[in-house]
Each structure stands twice: as C-alpha cells, then as structure tokens.
C-alpha cells in the first residue's frame, strides 16, 4: 500500500508540496490518482483529512467523507450529484466495488462530526442511504482506487499555470 502522510508521499509522482511543514493535497491530486491507469497496478492509497485540511487539529475540517456500501452504484452516484444543498467535491467508487464514496465541502461553519451527522441523517430521512458512521471522526481515512470513472466538481481542476484549487 501507499500512503500519503504528512511531509512525505510515496508514489511515482511527487503530487504534494511543503506549506508550513504540512503536506498539502487538493482534491484534483486525489482525482488524478483514481483516475491514472497505473495507479490501478501500483496498489491502493489512502488519505487521511485530519492530516490534509485547513485548520490542521482542529474540530472543524473543510471536508468530509461519506462511505455508502451495498448501493446500487450508477443510481446512487447520479443521486448524490444532483443534491444542490451540499457541495461535492469528489465522487468515486469505493475501492471494495460494492458502494461509492462522496467528499463534500464543509460550508456550514459547523464542527466536523455534527455537521457529518445533520447530513447523514438528512440523507437517510430523505433518500434512504445510511453512511458509514466512522466518517464523522477526523481521523478517518479514505481509500482511493481505480476508477476511471470518478466525478470531480469542476471548481477544483486547476486552471491551467497554477497548482491549485481548495487543499484537503
């Protein structure tokens, strides 16, 4: 396995650049990595949002992560991208091949945890899809696989001349 940590990365491309002694990923580097063919024959990464959003240690992070096993993929990826009160930023199919992962931005001002649970509960009020619980806690980390098929909200693909956009 992979992993992205802190200062350090170990891939076949350096995608991480040194800000105050954080690394710093922005969802177009997680996009790329679920998107490149060789990823697929190098094995499975992970990020962890606790290491990689603004606000290092804190309650609140800039994003979160919600795990849907045993769904129906397409039908569920297609509902989750038509919700307007959430922003999605990345969109992918789990790496078990049975449910998707959905990275939305935080907009809220609320705490991670609270606002991972007014969304879950929303969602299985209204929709009928229960996330896994473990993403309201910082620490979580999410698997990144192959799938040339992930969905990235437009606003985070760098222009091009700058490597940028919203870091995780």
Not at 35 to 41: D, E, F, L, P, R
Not at 50 to 77: A, N
Not at 127 to 153: S, W
């Amino acid at each position: 396995m992979r992993k992205i940590l802190s200062g350090q990365i170990t891939s076949t491309r350096k995608i991480w650049r040194k800000k105050k002694d954080v690394a710093v990923i922005t969802p177009y580097d997680i996009y790329h990595i679920i998107t490149t063919a060789n990823h697929k024959s190098n094995g499975t990464s992970f990020v962890c949002l606790k290491d990689f959003h603004s606000g290092r240690g804190k309650s609140r992070s800039e994003f979160l992560i919600f795990d849907f096993d045993q769904v129906e993929i397409p039908s569920t990826k297609d509902k989750l991208l038509s919700l307007k009160e959430y922003e999605t930023v990345l969109l992918f199919r789990k790496a078990s091949h049975n449910g998707v992962t959905w990275i939305i931005k935080n907009t809220s001002g609320m705490k991670h945890a609270q606002f991972f649970r007014k969304v879950s509960n929303h969602l299985r009020q209204t929709y009928n899809l229960d996330a896994d619980p473990c993403g309201q806690y910082l620490e979580r980390c999410c698997f990144l696989p192959y799938d040339p098929e992930a969905y990235i909200n437009p606003k985070y693909i760098p222009s091009s001349g700058r490597t940028g956009g919203n870091t995780i």
